[in-house]
């Protein structure tokens, strides 16, 4: 099925003074943090190659094969923030309030990435060349939900950001490691923020015209889910 363009035309106009609402509303909650305050710099060390440093071994890690398992997907996750902001320019717009809050959700998504791959290197937590080596097989062949329009993405992403803020804030509480727990609730609080704009915009829809809204959270309910 193609995108109803002149559809997708419509929803943005309605949309849009609340999308500026929200994003204000979400400018004035945000607090600024920074990545590097939450990563345990003083157990790095160099790894091998070409600095001669120690290699990665299972046991140098203090946390458990679950739990490791469960950090690599959640940065795997937020690794595909390329065609996760590619799909939402592509049904929404660059221009005005849609635009300002794709570029603030992409900033605040990408030290997302960067602050748990710091920590998985300093904490020597994960295998790093097998991590990288994840990472270059899913940014450069990743699967990404394509939605037909504004609403079938507004519809998805209000259910992935809530998933996401629960998926880091369990595997922090898991860990059994402060410093872990500590940067993914921080990272969850982001996605919390997420949850919310993308939310009321839907509930905003719901209000305007419901018979779409339930038709996209109905194909939404149907859906493979997407491995990311």
């Not at 490691?177 to 939310?199: I, K, S, T």
Request: glycine residues 6%; charged residues 25%; hydrophobic residues 45%.
């Amino acid at each position: 099925m193609k995108i109803d363009t002149a559809e997708a035309v419509r929803w943005l106009a309605e949309l849009e003074p609340v999308a500026e609402d929200l994003m204000n509303r979400h400018l004035g909650t945000a607090r600024e943090w920074f990545p590097h305050q939450y990563v345990p710099w003083s157990l790095g060390r160099d790894f091998d190659g070409p600095l001669g440093g120690e290699p990665w071994r299972p046991e140098q890690s203090a946390l458990s094969p679950a739990v490791r398992s469960a950090l690599v997907v959640n940065l795997l996750t937020e690794d595909n923030l390329p065609g996760y902001h590619w799909t939402i320019a592509s049904r929404t717009s660059r221009d005005g309030a849609w635009g300002a809050w794709l570029h603030r959700w992409t900033a605040e998504e990408d030290r997302h990435a960067a602050s748990i791959r710091a920590y998985l290197h300093a904490a020597r937590a994960v295998d790093p060349v097998a991590l990288e080596r994840a990472r270059m097989a899913q940014v450069g062949t990743s699967a990404v939900p394509e939605p037909l329009g504004v609403i079938d993405l507004v519809a998805y992403v209000s259910v992935q950001e809530p998933a996401a803020r629960v998926s880091h804030r369990n595997t922090g509480r898991l860990s059994g490691d402060p410093v872990c727990e500590r940067l993914l609730a921080r990272v969850a609080q982001d996605e919390n923020l997420h949850m919310v704009f993308y939310r009321e915009l839907l509930r905003a829809a719901l209000e305007t015209d419901p018979d779409p809204v339930l038709t996209a959270a109905g194909l939404l309910a149907d859906a493979e889910p997407v491995q990311a």
